[in-house]
């Protein structure tokens, strides 16, 4: 049933003021100091948290029981606590579907019912046929923990690759499954991470790339690093498995493999580090004994992999056009001056391309908005193809050959909406579209723009009520990114739409370090240049007050990994301006980020500590060591999970031990520390509300 928003805002504001007439000074964990100093370049660091980066000790986990007990304790005593969580599970409890795909005569897709912790994966005859439960991932832990995290399908759609991610792991466990009988074949493939996987046409196995099994307890803190491709034979243990590329004098390099639709080549990306500059090596599949060649070196640029006609490989890349274009690569005379432009660079960024017979299907984004445009495989124009409304689209997925292909519509208020296209004759039919407990038409999204400290104009995507009146009495909330070229662009989410049907205000600022407007945009907020990124953020939430969305009382920050840094660097730089603070699995000692899973690959975007000429600017920003003692911060609730090995939960830790002691008034500053989940990717459903419900009702206590 629809609860009227005027009596939700009412109760909020109510509860709200009931629990600050009781409010108390806060008690919390006594954490030990330990004399650990570290000399960077001739610089002395100390670093007396440093024994809480031991997430498996007895002692660590006391300090996280305790400081958990701290933190429930806490939000049990917030009476908009559980009338959020109930809005939530409202909102959440709607039919969500993934887009289909058809492989041989069998379409396959994800589908949950609401409330399900985790997507189960259907197949069916057509898209109107009956289903039938293929992989359902909710069967396998008592806890919802266990995820279905990919899957490729044989070109006939007999067989199914699909990937398992325990308790929020980066690591992968591939098997095998007969789509016919629904019974695994036996084939496990262990320890892969960062990697696709790519079927031989024959279906008679599968190209990846994995990591060495780590040591006993080191599963989720020790350095990745030395990734080997293989080839996995269908039916053979994994110790046969054939090597297929390793690069001991390069092991920082990752290699992602996939096979062109008629299965002439195997095209391996390779890699090195999050920044998106790759090469690219192919292996004719027709002779076994063939080498591996080099098609594209020299890590200048990104090359992905669109698609192929004969001996002609086709690549979107940002080399030589920032703002990325397709290029044609002939493998026989693959050299540069012979590689032929297809599409050119625009004003807007090209986010991915498609190839469907001889039409290219691109995805570009303008002000962080979608278009998608089409070309005849000469790159000259079709014309531009219409969406629905104004939001982002995804999908566009297929074999070359296909005579269909779907694609995704959403907005901070829409749902995804799944639609189908004929590749034929251009009908566009609305497939499935989710009926969700919200009145949509309340809402109104705009956008503004800041003017960030050196002048560069810096994109607001708002989403607010109606009736909300701007007179700066709004509690909003600023969420943003910054950083790997990451494009922010507008979607659903349920705990979103929660947040401003209850008359919040939610903004999301497209800074730089993103992908927002091409690869100078990013590289504008990258090592030396990363201040930008908080200077953007910080000139977004003057904006929203200058404008009487909201006042620094009233608003709140909030931001994951990248994200999480983001709102650490912030709140420590200008702590007046914000009256709550939502770091989420953040990177807060970026001194030694790099030293555990795959933080070395953040390198090529912060710098490093182990560079002379970075070691000043990654100490003028990094949360943990610009916390000042006898400051007031404003109410801040750290969250992170107890197997994130993407960012280690010792980032998170330190800076709330830190934080807790530098704190000089009575604001909150609190850590959530989940168990059995990670970094984000997988977690359950019910997970995702019982956080949310407290993150909100955290904030609606503190932007008083």
């Given amino acids: 049933m629809f609860v009227l928003p005027s009596l939700l805002l009412t109760l909020f504001f109510q509860t709200s003021l009931h629990a600050q007439d009781s409010a108390r000074p806060m008690k919390y964990p006594e954490t030990k100091t330990t004399d650990v100093n570290d000399e960077y370049h001739g ?107 990919g899957t490729a399908v044989t070109d006939d759609g007999k067989l199914i690759a699909y990937a398992l991610a325990d308790g929020g792991s980066d690591w992968r466990t591939w098997k095998v499954r007969n789509v016919e009988t629904g019974e695994d074949t036996g084939d496990v493939v262990q320890w892969v991470k960062f990697s696709s996987i790519a079927w031989m046409p024959d279906a008679s196995g599968f190209f990846y790339s994995r990591y060495s099994e780590p040591v006993d307890g080191g599963e989720l803190t ?23 590329l390793e690069r001991p004098d390069h092991p920082k390099w990752g290699f992602s493999p996939a096979v062109t639709d008629d299965g002439r080549y195997l095209i391996i990306q390779n890699w090195k580090g999050s920044e998106p500059k790759s090469q690219v090596f192919v292996k004719d599949l027709r002779n076994a004994d ?10 200048d640029a990104e090359y992905e992999w669109v698609g192929s006609v004969d001996d002609t490989l086709y690549f979107m890349t940002d080399h030589e056009a920032p703002r990325r274009r397709v290029i044609a690569v002939d493998t026989n005379a693959p050299q540069r001056e012979n590689w032929v ?73 829409t749902p995804s909406a799944i639609y189908r296209l004929d590749l034929t004759t251009g009908e566009n039919s609305l497939w499935k579209t989710p009926k969700i407990d919200l009145e949509v038409d309340d809402f109104i999204t705009e956008q503004l723009f800041a003017t960030s400290k050196d002048g560069t104009k810096v994109p607001i995507i708002v989403t607010r009520r109606k009736d909300s009146q701007l007179d700066g009495s709004n509690k909003t909330l600023l969420y943003a990114y910054g950083g790997f070229n990451i494009s922010l662009t507008p979607s659903f989410s349920p705990a979103n739409a929660a947040w401003v049907d209850a008359g919040g205000i939610y903004a999301v600022a497209n800074l730089r370090g993103g992908g927002e407007y091409g690869r100078e945009w990013h590289e504008a907020g990258m090592r030396l240049g990363k201040q930008n990124v908080f200077d953007d953020f910080i000139a977004a939430a003057e904006h929203l007050i200058d404008q009487k969305y909201t006042q620094s009382k009233h608003l709140g920050i909030r931001g994951g990994s990248n994200g999480g840094l983001l709102v650490g660097a912030v709140m420590t730089q200008r702590p007046e301006l914000f009256g709550a603070c939502l770091p989420a699995v953040g990177v807060m000692d970026m001194l030694r980020f790099q030293k555990f899973t795959i933080g070395w690959a953040w390198v090529a975007e ?88 407290d993150l909100w009702a955290f904030l609606i206590e503190n932007l008083k």
Wanted: one cysteine or more.
């Fill in 341 to 413: 432009e297809v599409i050119a660079e625009t004003e807007d960024v090209i986010e991915s391309v498609s190839l469907f017979g001889e039409t290219f299907y691109a995805v570009t984004l303008h002000d962080a908005r979608s278009k998608v445009s089409r070309y005849r495989i000469n790159g000259s124009s079709i014309g531009e193809f219409t969406l629905p409304a104004v939001g982002s689209v995804g999908g566009f997925g297929g074999r070359q050959d296909a005579k269909e292909t779907f694609y995704s519509f959403t907005n901070y208020v």
């Fill in 222 to 244: 020790a350095t990745n690093e030395n990734q080997r491709m293989y080839f996995h034979a269908l039916g053979t243990p994994q110790a046969d498995d054939r090597l297929i």
């Fill in 606 to 693: 912060f710098g490093s500590s182990d560079e002379a000429d970075q070691i000043d600017n990654l100490l003028s920003y990094s949360p943990l060591h610009n916390l000042k003692p006898g400051t007031c911060y404003p109410a801040t609730l750290i969250t992170t999970a107890d197997r994130d090995d993407r960012v280690v939960p010792g980032h998170s830790f330190k800076f709330a031990a830190a934080l807790q002691a530098a704190q000089s008034c009575d604001h909150p500053t609190l850590i959530r520390i989940e168990t059995r989940a990670g970094h984000g990717a997988g977690t359950p459903v019910s997970k995702r509300i019982d956080e949310y419900a």
């Fill in 290 to 299: 063939s080498p591996i060649q080099d098609l594209i070196t020299g890590f």
């Fill in 43 to 149: 610089r002395k660091v100390a670093d007396p948290y440093r024994w809480l980066e031991d997430t498996e000790s007895e002692a660590t986990a006391a300090w996280v029981t305790a400081q958990n007990e701290v933190t429930q304790a806490y939000l049990d005593t917030l009476p908009s606590r559980a009338p959020m969580r109930e809005r939530l599970q409202r909102l959440w409890n709607y039919e969500r579907y993934g887009l289909p795909r058809r492989r041989g005569e069998t379409y396959f897709y994800t589908h949950n019912d609401g409330l399900q912790d985790q997507d189960v994966l259907y197949k069916a005859d057509s898209l109107d046929a009956p289903r039938a439960v293929l992989i359902d991932p909710n069967t396998l832990s008592d806890d919802g923990t266990v995820a279905l995290a």
